[in-house]
């Protein structure tokens, strides 16, 4: 029980997370520091505003992309700095501008997530000086300023990454691996018992969307770094295999799906099941041990005990098999369970296996790996006439530009009505709650408002009873700290971290504390305000217009995946790579179905549609992605030939054949459809086939049973 808070909090100190944190810390903290000991401290908050608005878009990612994007943001926020400042004394004008570069700087975001924190980053310079209202002969130093302060924060960070270019790789993969085990957690709670499925499944859907977002965090920068993709070092060929074998062994772990309710009704008299319930939490903490060892740069120890306690289980099983003389339990229970130890097993062997790759003898040994890297990463290319196709209501993203520029505009006219010292911090508010879709706008609103008035809080707390002002900076320190490390983590921490940072670096500056804390309240419950109304009345974008378009992606993903695994039965196959693509991209339709229904429930009822029916076909999208991935790894574990295809190529024929027709029924929904029988083999023509035959075509036939439902219940939406 002490252990675990340790571990966490070294976990973090350790991630990506902290690391971001301290990185823009010292960047944004350094320049003001320094140059207040000159008493230039006005010359270094300008120089530390260019380090804040760079370091939005440092975010993870390969550096020559991130390299990029931080000297196109230092160009154009530089550009933008003289604009504001030649034009923030004229109200009109300046309002006229914001609306236009509102909508600019949102629309780019089509372009990617890295080109929209551009945008972000564009828009928060414009709105962090539109108040300060200086000479005209002070603006170009300002503007100087800005750039020279975007400059050093882009060199510390490719400082920092230089000084260890594997290290961002470490932290995303150790995250990766992080989010597997608590899916095996999740997994492992079917075994319990009283368990509740349905709330199970629906958390083991959440945690296969964050498996998901991991998975392509860790192919983002793996690879598209070139000196990983090309095998130069050690190191690199190290963190590919361990990606590698990580991906094959999500896929174990999905492919283990069973009746859990008919086992529970079976074995739960003999406590077999929570014995598979402690293997696969074992198992589950030699990941996070492994994850660990990534970020700490250790060595795993190998799991001997673990090994025995599954060695165990095996003859436990078969033990239980053998006293079953009275037929007390059913042959296709004790089969299932046979077919768990055997995939738990498989899993922990894999595990063992990268556990052996962390030695530093066996590293050196890792030989070069062929794998088409660019197959499975996204490349968005600058092609103007993106942008040109989504200036259309049609585009959600139009529609989200238009909106950010109209109610930006409208705070913007509203705090210069309320005249208030820090009006912009409602257009700050604005501008970080607005997002495309309600259900996004709706959470982050409510984040923003309980962080700052529990942030609000802690700084007046602060500010009453600590006087020491050395004391008081290290409170500052330990909140900005705190405030860039969970951004991307957790936005109420952040928040929460946030705010006393604000109101106790104002008392440093001399411009009040308290009366800044109740100011900051006011502007974000405004702004709050403001941006939530918006999202529902000004061009809303709802989730049941992405509805069919990612139904049809789910079918077409799962559709690609069955047959890319036939033809590994059907065919002579050496290269994977197809396989693998379309693994993938159940992966991705997977996690994008499902964060859709997620976010659909926060929506208000009336624009909740099908919602009964969206979650059936979830679920036997997942069901059929697992079944189709046991299928995969028979194929891979067992070395056989089938020597009846001519039975089993029918039903890999008709399943692909139900899954098109599903579509179909999608997109085009009819009053009447021609029925599309299931294929069913004679028995006499079963007898002929060998054991491992059998199993396979069990597998094929259990798959066409999904794909059938999946079918009907495509004939009756009307999407």
């Given at each position: 029980?002490?252990n675990?808070?340790?571990?966490?909090?070294?976990?973090?100190?350790?991630?990506?997370y902290f690391?971001d944190?301290l990185r823009?810390?010292?960047g944004?903290?350094?320049p003001?520091?320094?140059?207040?000991?000159?008493?230039?401290?006005?010359y270094?908050m300008?120089?530390?505003?260019?380090?804040?608005?760079?370091?939005?878009v440092d975010?993870?990612g390969?550096?020559?992309?991130?390299r990029n994007?931080?000297?196109?943001?230092t160009a154009?926020?530089?550009?933008?700095?003289?604009?504001i400042?030649?034009?923030?004394?004229?109200?009109?004008l300046?309002?006229i501008?914001l609306?236009l570069?509102c909508?600019?700087?949102?629309?780019?975001?089509?372009y990617g997530?890295?080109?929209?924190?551009?945008g972000?980053?564009c828009l928060?310079i414009f709105?962090?000086?539109?108040d300060?209202v200086?000479p005209?002969?002070?603006?170009?130093i300002?503007?100087g300023?800005?750039?020279?302060?975007s400059?050093?924060?882009s060199a510390?960070?490719?400082?920092?990454y230089r000084l260890?270019?594997y290290?961002i790789v470490?932290?995303?993969?150790?995250d990766?691996i992080m989010?597997?085990?608590s899916?095996?957690?999740?997994?492992?709670?079917?075994?319990?018992?009283n368990?509740n499925?349905?709330d199970?499944?629906?958390?083991?859907?959440t945690?296969?969307?964050?498996?998901?977002?991991?998975?392509?965090a860790?192919?983002d920068?793996?690879?598209k770094?070139?000196?990983i993709?090309?095998?130069?070092?050690?190191?690199?060929?190290f963190l590919?295999?361990?990606?590698?074998?990580?991906v094959?062994?999500?896929?174990?772990?999905?492919?283990t799906?069973?009746?859990?309710k008919?086992?529970?009704?079976q074995?739960d008299?003999?406590?077999i099941?929570?014995k598979?319930?402690?293997?696969?939490l074992?198992i589950a903490?030699?990941?996070d041990?492994?994850?660990?060892?990534?970020?700490?740069?250790?060595?795993?120890?190998?799991p001997l005990?673990?090994?025995?306690?599954v060695?165990?289980?095996?003859?436990e099983?078969?033990?239980?098999?053998?006293?079953?003389?009275?037929g007390?339990?059913?042959?296709l229970?004790?089969i299932?369970l046979?077919?768990?130890?055997?995939?738990?097993?498989?899993i922990?062997?894999?595990v063992v296996?990268?556990n052996r790759y962390?030695?530093?003898?066996?590293?050196?040994?890792?030989?070069e790996?062929k794998?088409?890297?660019?197959?499975?990463?996204?490349?968005q290319?600058?092609?103007?006439?993106?942008?040109?196709?989504?200036?259309?209501f049609k585009?959600s993203t139009?529609?989200?530009a238009?909106?950010?520029?109209?109610?930006?505009?409208?705070g913007?006219l509203?705090?210069r009505?309320?005249?208030?010292s820090?009006?912009y911090?409602?257009?700050?508010?604005?501008?970080?709650?607005s997002?495309p879709?309600?259900s996004?706008?709706?959470?982050r609103?409510?984040?923003?408002?309980i962080?700052?008035?529990?942030?609000?809080?802690i700084?007046?707390?602060?500010?009453?009873?600590?006087?020491?002002?050395?004391?008081?900076?290290?409170?500052?320190?330990?909140?900005?700290i705190?405030?860039y490390s969970?951004?991307?983590?957790?936005y109420?921490?952040?928040?929460?971290?946030?705010?006393?940072?604000?109101?106790?670096?104002?008392?440093?500056?001399?411009m009040?504390?308290?009366s800044?804390?109740t100011?900051?309240?006011?502007?974000?419950?405004?702004g709050s305000?403001i941006?939530?109304?918006?999202s529902y009345?000004?061009?809303p974008?709802?989730?049941?217009?992405?509805?069919?378009a990612?139904?049809?992606?789910?079918l077409?993903?799962?559709c690609?995946?069955f047959?890319?695994?036939?033809?590994?039965?059907f065919?002579?196959v050496?290269?994977?790579?197809?396989?693998?693509v379309?693994?993938?991209?159940?992966y991705?339709a997977?996690a994008?179905?499902?964060s859709l229904?997620?976010?659909m429930?926060?929506?208000?009822k009336?624009?909740?549609?099908?919602?009964?029916e969206l979650?059936?076909?979830?679920?036997l999208?997942?069901?059929?992605?697992s079944?189709i991935?046991?299928?995969?790894?028979?194929?891979?574990?067992?070395d056989f030939?089938?020597?009846?295809i001519n039975?089993i190529?029918?039903?890999?024929?008709?399943?692909s054949?139900?899954?098109t027709?599903?579509?179909?029924n999608?997109n085009?929904?009819?009053?009447?459809?021609?029925?599309?029988?299931l294929?069913k083999?004679k028995?006499?023509?079963?007898?002929?086939?060998?054991?491992?035959e059998?199993?396979?075509f069990?597998?094929?036939?259990?798959?066409q049973?999904?794909?059938?439902?999946?079918y009907?219940l495509a004939?009756?939406?009307?999407?």
């Amino acid at each position: 029980m002490l252990n675990k808070p340790i571990r966490s909090t070294q976990d973090f100190l350790l991630s990506t997370y902290f690391a971001d944190g301290l990185r823009i810390t010292i960047g944004v903290l350094l320049p003001s520091l320094i140059l207040a000991q000159f008493g230039l401290l006005k010359y270094g908050m300008t120089l530390s505003l260019g380090a804040l608005c760079v370091s939005v878009v440092d975010t993870p990612g390969p550096i020559v992309h991130r390299r990029n994007a931080m000297l196109i943001t230092t160009a154009l926020i530089t550009v933008i700095s003289l604009i504001i400042g030649l034009i923030n004394r004229n109200y009109y004008l300046t309002g006229i501008i914001l609306t236009l570069f509102c909508f600019i700087f949102t629309m780019i975001s089509v372009y990617g997530m890295r080109a929209g924190a551009v945008g972000t980053a564009c828009l928060l310079i414009f709105v962090l000086s539109i108040d300060d209202v200086r000479p005209w002969n002070e603006v170009a130093i300002h503007s100087g300023l800005v750039l020279a302060g975007s400059l050093w924060y882009s060199a510390l960070s490719f400082v920092f990454y230089r000084l260890r270019p594997y290290r961002i790789v470490q932290q995303t993969l150790s995250d990766c691996i992080m989010e597997i085990s608590s899916f095996l957690r999740a997994k492992a709670k079917f075994y319990k018992q009283n368990t509740n499925f349905d709330d199970n499944y629906a958390e083991l859907l959440t945690l296969q969307i964050q498996v998901h977002e991991k998975q392509d965090a860790v192919r983002d920068v793996l690879f598209k770094t070139r000196e990983i993709v090309r095998d130069s070092t050690p190191e690199g060929r190290f963190l590919m295999l361990v990606f590698v074998d990580m991906v094959d062994l999500f896929e174990q772990v999905m492919s283990t799906y069973y009746n859990y309710k008919e086992l529970h009704d079976q074995f739960d008299s003999t406590g077999i099941l929570a014995k598979y319930e402690a293997v696969i939490l074992k198992i589950a903490d030699e990941l996070d041990e492994q994850a660990f060892a990534l970020k700490a740069g250790s060595t795993p120890e190998k799991p001997l005990q673990l090994m025995e306690d599954v060695k165990a289980l095996k003859q436990e099983i078969g033990e239980l098999e053998s006293a079953n003389t009275t037929g007390k339990f059913n042959t296709l229970g004790i089969i299932a369970l046979k077919n768990i130890e055997v995939n738990i097993e498989n899993i922990l062997n894999r595990v063992v296996t990268v556990n052996r790759y962390f030695d530093k003898g066996e590293k050196k040994k890792i030989k070069e790996g062929k794998i088409d890297t660019e197959r499975f990463v996204t490349r968005q290319s600058i092609d103007q006439t993106l942008i040109l196709e989504n200036l259309t209501f049609k585009s959600s993203t139009f529609r989200h530009a238009l909106r950010v520029s109209i109610v930006m505009l409208v705070g913007y006219l509203i705090s210069r009505t309320l005249d208030f010292s820090h009006s912009y911090w409602i257009l700050l508010t604005i501008l970080v709650i607005s997002k495309p879709g309600f259900s996004l706008t709706k959470e982050r609103n409510y984040q923003r408002i309980i962080g700052t008035i529990v942030g609000a809080g802690i700084g007046i707390v602060a500010l009453a009873f600590v006087e020491d002002k050395n004391v008081l900076f290290f409170i500052l320190l330990f909140c900005m700290i705190g405030s860039y490390s969970f951004q991307r983590k957790n936005y109420v921490v952040s928040v929460v971290f946030m705010t006393p940072y604000v109101i106790i670096l104002f008392q440093f500056l001399g411009m009040g504390g308290i009366s800044v804390a109740t100011e900051r309240i006011y502007d974000t419950l405004i702004g709050s305000g403001i941006a939530f109304l918006a999202s529902y009345f000004l061009f809303p974008i709802w989730e049941h217009e992405k509805l069919k378009a990612d139904m049809l992606s789910m079918l077409e993903a799962n559709c690609a995946y069955f047959n890319q695994v036939s033809l590994l039965f059907f065919e002579n196959v050496n290269d994977f790579t197809n396989y693998k693509v379309a693994r993938k991209q159940v992966y991705v339709a997977t996690a994008n179905l499902s964060s859709l229904f997620q976010r659909m429930f926060s929506e208000p009822k009336s624009k909740q549609f099908l919602i009964k029916e969206l979650h059936q076909f979830t679920a036997l999208n997942h069901l059929l992605s697992s079944y189709i991935a046991t299928l995969a790894l028979y194929y891979k574990e067992h070395d056989f030939e089938l020597t009846r295809i001519n039975l089993i190529k029918p039903l890999s024929k008709n399943t692909s054949y139900l899954l098109t027709q599903a579509q179909d029924n999608l997109n085009n929904p009819k009053a009447e459809q021609n029925p599309v029988p299931l294929i069913k083999i004679k028995k006499d023509d079963q007898l002929i086939l060998s054991q491992n035959e059998e199993s396979v075509f069990q597998q094929f036939i259990t798959i066409q049973k999904v794909a059938y439902d999946i079918y009907k219940l495509a004939e009756k939406l009307k999407v």
